[in-house]
T-cell receptor, first 114, second 113 residues
Framework: DAGVTQSPTHLIKTRGQQVTLRCSPKSGHDTVSWYQQALGQGPQFIFQYYEEEERQRGNFPDRFSGHQFPNYSSELNVNALLLGDSALYLC?????????????FGSGTRLTVV | GEDVEQSLFLSVREGDSSVINCTYTDSSSTYLYWYKQEPGAGLQLLTYIFSNMDMKQDQRLTVLLNKKDKHLSLRIADTQTGDSAIYFCAETPGYSSASKIIFGSGTRLSIRP
């Protein structure tokens, strides 16, 4: 059973460019959350998608946007990239188990902005 | 507010017990987690505890929760070199575990021979 799949694994972009990161959730999961992990920090919540809608959002600017597709996969888009956007971007999928939500994290996409 | 604090580094001798401590601020947290992250990897859920519990044991791992002091700890018995990693304490604030996870900055555990 495949877990959470993220692509690409690594990416280098130039300041001002736009980037799209992709996430396929674990089979049976319907909720996708995105996190940004800067070097030496814990992951920070960006937003969460459920039923193709943004359900919650963290303290990130509008340059960060997302989408969820009918098959539950998701994209994270970042416009007008800044050097400070360099980080590991983690996708987590989850679903209600009847005893709580079980989260599964992907291995992440490492984005470097130069 | 929502905040999770943990010490940055811990060094233990191989075979000893490791204890990683964490404090959190949201008294309404329902789930508290410990995640492990190895170099270049994503996050691996080690264990979690529901807020109405005060202890959970799973093989070499023991989680203790002091809800009054908002203190969570992870004890790893018989620490091995494979336990070298960064350990993140985390919580889901509020009464729904569908909500975001708030992570601490991580404790880097290193093992001495």
């Amino acid at each position: 059973d495949a877990g959470v799949t993220q692509s690409p694994t690594h990416l280098i972009k130039t300041r001002g460019q736009q980037v799209t990161l992709r996430c396929s959730p674990k089979s049976g999961h319907d909720t996708v959350s995105w996190y940004q992990q800067a070097l030496g920090q814990g992951p920070q919540f960006i937003f969460q998608y459920y039923e193709e809608e943004e359900r919650q959002r963290g303290n990130f600017p509008d340059r960060f946007s997302g989408h969820q597709f009918p098959n539950y996969s998701s994209e994270l888009n970042v416009n007008a990239l800044l050097l400070g956007d360099s980080a590991l971007y983690l996708c987590a999928s989850s679903t209600w188990t009847g005893r709580g939500y079980g989260y599964t994290f992907g291995s992440g996409t490492r984005l470097t902005v130069v | 507010g929502e905040d999770v604090e943990q010490s940055l580094f811990l060094s233990v001798r191989e075979g000893d017990s490791s204890v990683i401590n964490c404090t959190y601020t949201d008294s309404s947290s329902t789930y508290l987690y410990w995640y492990k992250q190895e170099p270049g990897a994503g996050l691996q859920l080690l264990t979690y505890i529901f807020s109405n519990m005060d202890m959970k044991q799973d093989q070499r791992l023991t989680v203790l929760l002091n809800k009054k002091d908002k203190h969570l700890s992870l004890r790893i018995a018989d620490t091995q070199t494979g336990d070298s990693a960064i350990y993140f304490c985390a919580e889901t604030p509020g009464y729904s575990s569908a909500s975001k996870i708030i992570f601490g900055s991580g404790t880097r555990l290193s093992i001495r021979p």
